[in-house]
């Protein structure tokens, strides 16, 4: 199986990407200064584990934040293949501000509090909108 790990420069990606190298599976990194619907097309992944993302919760710069975090996951997307799969890492930021005992699921409700918040739920929209088609 080929494997193409967004984000695997992380803390996260860098762990996911030695562990998936004890498998026989071949994997592969992007990085920021490679075109990501090129290394798609050239590469054929039959997963891509999203976990690029631009960190800064406090993130000024909200048009790069956007194009960070929302405008990547939509080029991926559009550059996958039918058949291929998306492993996509968001963020307890979806859910805004909590009580310190609070637990959540997938019913919870999403009320993000910063615009990075908005981003990762932006991307979950986006990928759950690519599955309807």
Do not use: W
Request: charged content about 20%; glycine content about 4%.
């Amino acid at each position: 199986m080929k494997i193409l790990v967004t984000g695997s420069s992380g803390f996260i990606g860098s762990n996911l990407v030695n562990t998936l190298n004890q498998s026989d599976n071949l994997i592969y990194h992007f990085t920021r200064r490679e075109n990501i619907e090129h290394t798609i097309d050239i590469i054929k992944p039959d997963v891509i584990f999203h976990l690029a993302a631009n960190p800064l919760v406090k993130e000024d710069n909200i048009d790069q934040l956007m194009e960070d975090n929302v405008v990547l996951t939509d080029r991926i997307l559009r550059a996958m293949l039918p058949d291929s799969r998306i492993i996509f890492a968001s963020s307890a930021t979806v859910y805004g501000d909590c009580e310190y005992e609070t637990q959540y699921d997938e019913s919870a409700i999403l009320l993000p509090t910063s615009a990075y918040g908005y981003s990762k739920l932006a991307s979950e929209n986006l990928i759950q909108a690519y599955t309807l088609a």
